[in-house]
Protein backbone atom coordinates (compact mmCIF):
# COMPACT_ATOMS: atom_id res chain seq x y z
CA UNK A 1 0.00 0.00 0.00
CA UNK A 2 1.52 3.45 -1.32
CA UNK A 3 1.64 6.47 1.12
CA UNK A 4 -0.82 8.55 -0.30
CA UNK A 5 -3.77 5.25 0.22
CA UNK A 6 -2.45 5.17 3.58
CA UNK A 7 -3.34 8.60 4.41
CA UNK A 8 -7.04 8.40 2.36
CA UNK A 9 -9.39 8.78 5.21
CA UNK A 10 -11.94 5.72 5.51
CA UNK A 11 -15.32 7.23 5.00
CA UNK A 12 -14.56 8.16 1.34
CA UNK A 13 -14.52 3.72 1.12
CA UNK A 14 -17.57 2.82 -0.66
CA UNK A 15 -19.15 -0.36 0.31
CA UNK A 16 -21.09 -2.30 -2.82
CA UNK A 17 -23.33 -5.41 -2.01
CA UNK A 18 -23.24 -8.72 -3.53
CA UNK A 19 -26.05 -7.72 -5.98
CA UNK A 20 -25.11 -4.59 -6.84
CA UNK A 21 -28.76 -3.64 -7.54
CA UNK A 22 -30.75 -1.22 -6.02
CA UNK A 23 -33.69 -2.48 -3.66
CA UNK A 24 -36.93 -1.84 -4.69
CA UNK A 25 -40.23 -0.94 -2.54
CA UNK A 26 -42.47 -4.09 -1.50
CA UNK A 27 -46.51 -3.68 -2.72
CA UNK A 28 -49.33 -2.74 0.10
CA UNK A 29 -50.44 -5.91 1.79
CA UNK A 30 -53.79 -7.51 0.42
CA UNK A 31 -55.47 -7.28 3.37
CA UNK A 32 -55.02 -3.24 3.27
CA UNK A 33 -55.80 -3.48 -0.23
CA UNK A 34 -59.06 -5.28 0.39
CA UNK A 35 -60.01 -2.88 3.91
CA UNK A 36 -59.27 0.23 0.91
CA UNK A 37 -61.90 -1.37 -1.60
CA UNK A 38 -64.37 -2.37 0.82
CA UNK A 39 -64.02 1.65 2.21
CA UNK A 40 -64.77 2.85 -1.25
CA UNK A 41 -68.76 3.99 -2.04
CA UNK A 42 -68.91 2.27 -5.02
CA UNK A 43 -69.48 -1.15 -3.24
CA UNK A 44 -72.15 -0.32 -1.26
CA UNK A 45 -75.02 -1.21 -3.54
CA UNK A 46 -73.90 -4.95 -2.74
CA UNK A 47 -74.43 -4.87 0.62
CA UNK A 48 -78.09 -4.17 -0.36
CA UNK A 49 -79.15 -7.17 -2.34
CA UNK A 50 -79.85 -9.45 0.34
CA UNK A 51 -81.96 -7.12 2.45
CA UNK A 52 -84.09 -6.93 -1.49
CA UNK A 53 -84.13 -10.50 -2.11
CA UNK A 54 -85.53 -10.87 1.58
CA UNK A 55 -87.87 -8.73 1.17
CA UNK A 56 -89.22 -10.15 -2.45
CA UNK A 57 -89.47 -13.55 -0.76
CA UNK A 58 -91.45 -12.28 1.93
CA UNK A 59 -93.34 -10.46 -0.62
CA UNK A 60 -94.39 -13.66 -2.48
CA UNK A 61 -94.74 -15.56 0.69
CA UNK A 62 -97.53 -13.15 1.58
CA UNK A 63 -98.85 -13.36 -2.29
CA UNK A 64 -99.22 -17.41 -2.08
CA UNK A 65 -100.69 -17.14 1.94
CA UNK A 66 -103.65 -15.18 0.55
CA UNK A 67 -103.91 -17.00 -2.33
CA UNK A 68 -104.05 -20.67 0.22
CA UNK A 69 -106.46 -18.45 2.15
CA UNK A 70 -108.51 -17.91 -1.02
CA UNK A 71 -108.48 -21.73 -2.60
CA UNK A 72 -109.61 -22.54 1.14
CA UNK A 73 -112.48 -20.75 1.22
CA UNK A 74 -113.54 -22.02 -2.33
CA UNK A 75 -113.01 -25.18 -1.23
CA UNK A 76 -115.67 -24.80 1.73
CA UNK A 77 -118.12 -22.94 -0.36
CA UNK A 78 -117.82 -26.34 -2.38
CA UNK A 79 -118.26 -28.35 0.39
CA UNK A 80 -121.19 -26.46 1.58
CA UNK A 81 -122.45 -26.72 -2.30
CA UNK A 82 -122.23 -30.36 -2.63
CA UNK A 83 -123.59 -31.46 0.79
CA UNK A 84 -126.78 -28.67 -0.30
CA UNK A 85 -127.02 -31.19 -3.77
CA UNK A 86 -126.54 -34.51 -1.46
CA UNK A 87 -129.36 -33.57 0.29
CA UNK A 88 -131.98 -32.21 -2.43
CA UNK A 89 -130.80 -35.34 -4.16
CA UNK A 90 -131.80 -37.76 -0.91
CA UNK A 91 -135.26 -35.91 -0.64
CA UNK A 92 -135.90 -36.45 -4.79
CA UNK A 93 -135.37 -39.86 -4.40
CA UNK A 94 -137.71 -40.32 -1.13
CA UNK A 95 -140.22 -37.82 -3.14
CA UNK A 96 -140.26 -40.51 -6.09
CA UNK A 97 -140.30 -43.55 -3.83
CA UNK A 98 -143.35 -42.41 -2.30
CA UNK A 99 -145.13 -41.40 -5.49
CA UNK A 100 -144.10 -44.40 -7.37
CA UNK A 101 -145.95 -46.27 -4.52
CA UNK A 102 -149.07 -44.52 -4.52
CA UNK A 103 -148.60 -44.91 -8.42
CA UNK A 104 -149.01 -48.75 -7.77
CA UNK A 105 -151.88 -48.49 -5.26
CA UNK A 106 -153.72 -46.30 -7.19
CA UNK A 107 -153.10 -47.20 -11.05
CA UNK A 108 -155.69 -49.27 -11.53
CA UNK A 109 -158.21 -46.96 -10.14
CA UNK A 110 -159.72 -46.04 -13.53
CA UNK A 111 -159.62 -49.31 -14.76
CA UNK A 112 -161.68 -51.09 -11.73
CA UNK A 113 -163.86 -48.79 -12.20
CA UNK A 114 -164.71 -49.37 -15.30
CA UNK A 115 -165.17 -52.91 -14.35
CA UNK A 116 -167.81 -52.14 -11.80
CA UNK A 117 -169.92 -51.36 -14.99
CA UNK A 118 -169.39 -54.49 -16.55
CA UNK A 119 -170.17 -56.10 -12.49
CA UNK A 120 -173.19 -54.28 -12.43
CA UNK A 121 -174.37 -55.66 -15.33
CA UNK A 122 -173.65 -59.31 -14.24
CA UNK A 123 -175.97 -58.21 -11.22
CA UNK A 124 -178.97 -57.25 -13.77
CA UNK A 125 -177.97 -60.38 -15.20
CA UNK A 126 -178.21 -62.37 -12.80
CA UNK A 127 -181.60 -60.61 -11.45
CA UNK A 128 -183.41 -60.83 -14.53
CA UNK A 129 -182.59 -64.63 -14.95
CA UNK A 130 -185.01 -65.48 -11.75
CA UNK A 131 -187.69 -64.58 -13.69
CA UNK A 132 -186.76 -65.55 -17.33
CA UNK A 133 -188.62 -68.67 -18.28
CA UNK A 134 -186.36 -69.37 -21.55
CA UNK A 135 -183.00 -67.79 -20.46
CA UNK A 136 -183.23 -65.24 -23.73
CA UNK A 137 -182.77 -61.90 -21.41
CA UNK A 138 -179.92 -64.10 -19.54
CA UNK A 139 -178.14 -64.80 -22.56
CA UNK A 140 -178.25 -61.28 -23.97
CA UNK A 141 -176.73 -59.76 -20.57
CA UNK A 142 -174.04 -62.27 -20.61
CA UNK A 143 -173.31 -61.30 -24.47
CA UNK A 144 -173.38 -57.73 -23.53
CA UNK A 145 -170.88 -58.30 -20.14
CA UNK A 146 -168.78 -60.21 -22.98
CA UNK A 147 -168.88 -57.31 -25.13
CA UNK A 148 -167.83 -54.83 -22.77
CA UNK A 149 -165.11 -56.81 -21.33
CA UNK A 150 -163.57 -57.33 -24.98
CA UNK A 151 -164.22 -53.12 -25.04
CA UNK A 152 -162.46 -53.03 -21.64
CA UNK A 153 -159.51 -54.83 -23.23
CA UNK A 154 -159.18 -53.00 -26.20
CA UNK A 155 -159.42 -49.58 -24.71
CA UNK A 156 -156.25 -50.76 -22.42
CA UNK A 157 -154.09 -51.80 -25.53
CA UNK A 158 -155.10 -55.71 -24.47
CA UNK A 159 -154.97 -56.85 -27.89
CA UNK A 160 -156.09 -60.79 -29.01
CA UNK A 161 -153.55 -63.19 -30.49
CA UNK A 162 -154.95 -64.35 -33.93
CA UNK A 163 -153.97 -67.60 -34.93
CA UNK A 164 -153.02 -67.35 -38.89
CA UNK A 165 -153.47 -70.66 -41.26
CA UNK A 166 -152.69 -72.75 -38.50
CA UNK A 167 -148.65 -71.56 -38.60
CA UNK A 168 -147.07 -72.25 -35.18
CA UNK A 169 -145.08 -69.77 -33.60
CA UNK A 170 -143.62 -70.83 -30.77
CA UNK A 171 -142.94 -66.70 -29.48
CA UNK A 172 -146.50 -66.50 -29.00
CA UNK A 173 -147.99 -69.51 -28.77
CA UNK A 174 -147.27 -72.45 -25.86
CA UNK A 175 -147.74 -76.03 -27.20
CA UNK A 176 -149.68 -77.85 -24.71
CA UNK A 177 -150.39 -81.31 -26.46
CA UNK A 178 -148.09 -82.78 -29.79
CA UNK A 179 -148.51 -85.35 -32.41
CA UNK A 180 -146.81 -86.55 -34.83
CA UNK A 181 -148.07 -86.42 -38.70
CA UNK A 182 -146.42 -87.33 -41.72
CA UNK A 183 -148.78 -84.71 -43.32
CA UNK A 184 -146.85 -82.01 -42.09
CA UNK A 185 -143.34 -80.53 -42.94
CA UNK A 186 -143.24 -78.22 -40.21
CA UNK A 187 -145.14 -77.91 -36.67
CA UNK A 188 -149.42 -77.02 -37.19
CA UNK A 189 -151.04 -75.50 -35.09
CA UNK A 190 -154.61 -77.67 -35.09
CA UNK A 191 -156.19 -76.47 -31.76
CA UNK A 192 -156.43 -73.11 -29.62
CA UNK A 193 -157.06 -74.32 -25.98
CA UNK A 194 -157.06 -70.84 -24.85
CA UNK A 195 -156.97 -67.66 -26.11
CA UNK A 196 -153.42 -65.69 -25.97
CA UNK A 197 -153.18 -61.50 -25.59
CA UNK A 198 -150.72 -58.71 -26.30
CA UNK A 199 -150.77 -55.65 -24.08
CA UNK A 200 -149.12 -52.72 -26.21
CA UNK A 201 -147.65 -55.05 -28.82
CA UNK A 202 -145.91 -57.34 -25.68
CA UNK A 203 -146.76 -60.49 -25.09
CA UNK A 204 -149.07 -60.45 -21.79
CA UNK A 205 -150.16 -64.43 -21.92
CA UNK A 206 -149.53 -67.01 -24.96
CA UNK A 207 -152.09 -68.74 -26.19
CA UNK A 208 -152.51 -72.24 -25.22
CA UNK A 209 -152.59 -74.49 -28.07
CA UNK A 210 -152.66 -78.17 -29.57
CA UNK A 211 -149.69 -78.83 -32.33
CA UNK A 212 -148.88 -81.56 -34.95
CA UNK A 213 -145.52 -81.83 -35.82
CA UNK A 214 -143.63 -83.80 -38.43
CA UNK A 215 -142.98 -87.62 -37.99
CA UNK A 216 -139.56 -88.42 -36.87
CA UNK A 217 -137.66 -90.97 -39.30
Do not use: C, W
Not at 91 to 99: D, G, I, T, V, Y
Not at 142 to 167: A, P, T
Not at 171 to 179: G, Q, W
Not at 207 to 217: F, L, Q, R, T
Amino acid sequence: MTDDEKEKPAEEIEYISGSGAPQEEKPAEPAAAEAEKKDHPEHAPHEKEPAQAAKHLKEKLKKREAEIKHLKKEMEEFKEQYVRKLADLENLRKRLEREKSEYFQYALGEVLLEFLAILDNFERALQASAGDADGKTFREGIDLIYRMSQNLLLKRGVQLIEIKDGIFDPTLHHAMAMEESDQVEEPRVTEELQKGYLLHNRLLRPSMVKVVVPKKG
